[in-house]
């Protein structure tokens, strides 16, 4: 009977294929245990969400008297005034001035109900009277309270109402922000790639300007929200809480990711195309300008639409710069004070009213589909326009 001429080789070999298997188990663990917190965050906050996209309304009937101009309380009869809302009394009085043709008469409509109406009609934690949610009961049964499409989500700004509160200030501001930023970031980073990837000399200083910016890529975002307090509102006296200044912000985090991303866009392009145009009696002007732009621009596209997504998402550096303002009317300019979508989320968690909870949760649901919407935009131009070598 032979032995075995390597014994500590076939040990050793045993030792890997365990340590392999151990390695593969735990790497299989852990994304699953991420799949797991994945699908939990995404779960909780569509059914926390989704309620926010109803809004309950309640039929009753208004006297447009002389007293109730002065006293919009006094349009309803008196068992109505505590579940219906105080937004919706504050717009009777201006309902009256712009139609004086309704003075003396009466008229059913169906009113924006109080938040704690429409958190008990949800099933959540309410603050209602019993006789308050009798009377809710009562009217649920004969058809006057009804859930309908919560509009104002999407037509009004924030409110410290909670019913009426909407995310059209920070829709509108966002919108402001990120169109400074991309006129700003877009290009003068692709404008600094393409000096430095095909016009700059190879020395100590380029060098050193290529680790800052890859420093800069790398740094908290807080740090510009800083630097934009110091330079646009300190040094410059822009106004604070703009969109202007939010941009300027914003732009400053962008370019480093747009300059690295272009940088890498326009290195994939294979040298023989230079040495083609080259050969031809080109400039290297006109190479960069005619072939290796037009040929990188994809994937400086790409990574461009990816920064700004990223920029989009922050809210550190617009809150030092005070987008975490409370801005009950949508910006109608730059200059103008202005929140964005993640300023407006992080303030409505912050709200102790319940109704807030499911209006946060929604608010993200819009913001992350726009960020998805971004990535899947980039991902498509990337396959559409990608240059197989």
């Given at each position: 009977?032979?032995?075995?001429?390597?014994?500590?080789?076939?040990?050793?070999?045993?030792?890997?294929?365990?340590?392999?298997?151990?390695?593969?188990?735990?790497?299989?663990?852990?994304?699953?245990?991420?799949?797991?917190?994945?699908?939990?965050?995404?779960?909780?906050?569509?059914?926390?969400?989704?309620?926010?996209?109803?809004?309950?309304?309640?039929?009753?009937?208004?006297?447009?008297?002389?007293?109730?101009?002065?006293?919009?309380?006094?349009?309803?009869?008196?068992?109505?005034?505590?579940?219906?809302?105080?937004?919706?009394?504050?717009?009777?009085?201006?309902?009256?001035?712009?139609?004086?043709?309704?003075?003396?008469?009466?008229?059913?409509?169906?009113?924006?109900?109080?938040?704690?109406?429409?958190?008990?009609?949800?099933?959540?934690?309410?603050?209602?009277?019993?006789?308050?949610?009798?009377?809710?009961?009562?009217?649920?049964?004969?058809?006057?309270?009804?859930?309908?499409?919560?509009?104002?989500?999407?037509?009004?700004?924030?409110?410290?109402?909670?019913?009426?509160?909407?995310?059209?200030?920070?829709?509108?501001?966002?919108?402001?922000?990120?169109?400074?930023?991309?006129?700003?970031?877009?290009?003068?980073?692709?404008?600094?790639?393409?000096?430095?990837?095909?016009?700059?000399?190879?020395?100590?200083?380029?060098?050193?300007?290529?680790?800052?910016?890859?420093?800069?890529?790398?740094?908290?975002?807080?740090?510009?929200?800083?630097?934009?307090?110091?330079?646009?509102?300190?040094?410059?006296?822009?106004?604070?809480?703009s969109a202007l200044v939010g941009g300027l912000t914003l732009a400053l985090m962008?370019?480093?990711?747009?300059?690295?991303?272009?940088?890498?866009?326009?290195?994939?392009?294979?040298?023989?195309?230079?040495?083609?145009?080259?050969?031809?009696?080109?400039?290297?002007?006109?190479?960069?300008?005619?072939?290796?732009?037009?040929?990188?621009?994809?994937?400086?596209?790409?990574?461009?639409?990816?920064?700004?997504?990223?920029?989009?998402?922050?809210?550190?550096?617009?809150?030092?710069?005070?987008?975490?303002?409370?801005?009950?009317?949508?910006?109608?300019?730059?200059?103008?004070?202005?929140?964005?979508?993640?300023?407006?989320?992080?303030?409505?968690?912050?709200?102790?009213?319940?109704?807030?909870?499911?209006?946060?949760?929604?608010?993200?649901?819009?913001?992350?589909?726009?960020?998805?919407?971004?990535?899947?935009?980039?991902?498509?131009?990337?396959?559409?326009?990608?240059?197989?070598?």
């Amino acid at each position: 009977m032979k032995s075995d001429p390597h014994p500590f080789a076939d040990t050793h070999l045993r030792k890997r294929h365990r340590r392999a298997r151990w390695f593969k188990n735990l790497t299989l663990f852990a994304i699953g245990l991420s799949i797991s917190f994945l699908f939990y965050f995404l779960t909780d906050m569509v059914v926390k969400g989704l309620p926010a996209f109803q809004q309950t309304y309640i039929k009753v009937t208004i006297h447009y008297t002389t007293q109730s101009q002065s006293n919009p309380f006094a349009a309803l009869d008196k068992s109505y005034r505590k579940i219906i809302s105080r937004a919706w009394y504050r717009a009777l009085p201006q309902q009256m001035a712009v139609n004086p043709a309704l003075l003396n008469t009466q008229a059913e409509v169906w009113a924006l109900a109080d938040d704690q109406v429409d958190q008990y009609l949800k099933g959540h934690y309410h603050n209602l009277k019993p006789k308050e949610r009798t009377l809710v009961d009562h009217l649920q049964a004969k058809g006057e309270v009804v859930l309908k499409f919560n509009a104002l989500f999407f037509s009004h700004s924030d409110s410290k109402i909670p019913e009426f509160a909407g995310l059209k200030s920070a829709m509108v501001g966002s919108v402001l922000t990120l169109f400074i930023t991309m006129v700003l970031a877009f290009p003068l980073g692709v404008m600094t790639a393409v000096y430095l990837e095909e016009f700059a000399i190879d020395n100590r200083w380029t060098q050193f300007i290529e680790i800052n910016i890859n420093n800069l890529a790398a740094i908290p975002s807080i740090l510009f929200g800083l630097l934009g307090l110091a330079i646009f509102i300190n040094l410059f006296g822009l106004p604070r809480s703009s969109a202007l200044v939010g941009g300027l912000t914003l732009a400053l985090m962008t370019l480093p990711i747009i300059i690295v991303s272009a940088r890498a866009a326009l290195r994939s392009i294979p040298d023989s195309i230079r040495q083609a145009g080259y050969g031809l009696g080109l400039s290297k002007l006109q190479v960069v300008q005619d072939h290796v732009l037009p040929l990188a621009f994809p994937g400086i596209l790409t990574g461009s639409i990816i920064g700004l997504a990223h920029a989009m998402g922050e809210t550190a550096p617009l809150i030092i710069i005070g987008m975490i303002a409370f801005i009950p009317d949508s910006p109608d300019s730059f200059t103008q004070a202005a929140t964005v979508m993640p300023a407006q989320i992080f303030t409505w968690a912050g709200m102790p009213e319940r109704a807030y909870i499911e209006k946060t949760a929604a608010a993200i649901m819009v913001l992350l589909g726009v960020l998805l919407s971004f990535n899947g935009l980039a991902i498509y131009l990337r396959k559409k326009f990608a240059v197989k070598w």
